[in-house]
């Protein structure tokens, strides 16, 4: 059985008070603005990271104010370009991006990826979730794969885009219960919001993405968790996937992205934005809150770690025939 480990990351919509982000010491502002480019839709994974950011930062003093643009589309690839022509070279600007991102450059063949950036620090990570409505007649996660065994064309998931962290996971399940990927019926979505829709619509049958995505609607009982895929229990009372006699292990990382072109004055004033808001009281309170793994990497280990991530993307992506 296939069983590796990728650093996780989807997002989550329910940030911290304003009140528990002033609880952090007021730091030297860095910038008196800075651009975040998203290459996703509003409300999922790298949209909820980029507004964590803003809120600790310009709670912390080292930003003033910050400026969004969200472009989706298949799995970052569509506003990537937009990202490296538009910002190139320009100080004080981001992009929030990450494992997601990597495994629909390869699935789409997209000829720009995170190569072509420059890479400022890995953040978060994140065990996926695998949920159904709440009235769906699978009630557990051995349902679900019964459902897959026997007729996985007509247990349609919804989740990210086409070669992304959700679609790898749903080919590794079926890989598990002797089914190809090409089996899956997998509906891709450019945002959580959307993929939340469809599930509580039971448009679909499942879902599968990071669980901050789906943690509020797992609270508010209008979806029900049936595994996460981390290496050990991360959600109350829902188990993980090894738990279930499942050997699959898979996560999300999230990270921050400067424009192609950059000085190394510019790069290094990126890294230490980003070490100094990681060391911020206030941002260990909101990964606490969230529910997010700290992964902060920055640096040479940081290119290392995404050269890693690829090699490993682009093996499993190809055993499980999604590539």
Known sequence: MLRRTLLAA??????????????GARAAELYPSMNVFIPAGPGGGWDGLGRAIEQVARQAGLVSSFQFENVGGAGGTVGLPRFIGQRRGREGAIMVGGAIMVGSVLAN????????????????????IIVVPANSDIRDINGFMAALKDNPGATSVAGGSAGGMDHILLGLLLKSVG???RDASYVAFAGGGPAQAAILGAQVKAGISGYSEFAEQIKAGRMRALATSGESRSVEGVPTLKESGIDIVLGNWRGVFGPPGLRPEAVQKLVKFVTDLHALPAWKELLARQGWDDAFLVGAEFDAFLKQDEAATAQVLKEIGLI
């Open 179 to 181: 089914r190809s990927a």
């Open 10 to 23: 989807s997002a989550a919509s329910a940030l911290l008070p304003l009140a528990a982000l002033r609880s």
């Open 109 to 128: 063949k997209s000829p720009v990826g995170l190569k072509d950036v420059t890479p400022v620090a890995r953040m978060t990570t994140e065990p996926g």
